[in-house]
């Protein structure tokens, strides 16, 4: 029997999609879920590790477009792809 475990949302937020991921470790950790579980939780907490890595790679990406103007304030970063 498979655990129920929904498909990682690609409109998570990265604060969501973490607090999804450390509750998947620490149900894993437990080890209270039975191996099909398990396996079920595992595959969802790599799918949300590598939409946070995503996360952050984008939010990087806008932190380096930042571009200081001639008054020494900070002009608007360009869109890194998600809002």
């Known amino acids: 029997m498979t655990a129920d475990v929904p498909k990682t949302d690609p409109d998570l937020s990265f604060e969501e999609a973490l607090s999804r991921l450390e509750n998947i470790v620490s149900r894993l950790e437990s080890g209270q879920a039975p191996l099909e579980e398990s396996i079920t939780l595992y595959e969802e907490g790599a799918r949300l590790k590598a ?7 984008a939010a990087q990406l806008r932190v380096e477009q930042i571009v200081v103007g001639p008054d020494g304030k900070a002009a608007r970063a360009e869109s890194a792809g998600f809002e």
Request: charged share 55%; aromatic share 0%; with cysteine.
């Open 51 to 57: 939409l946070c890595e995503e996360r952050l790679k």
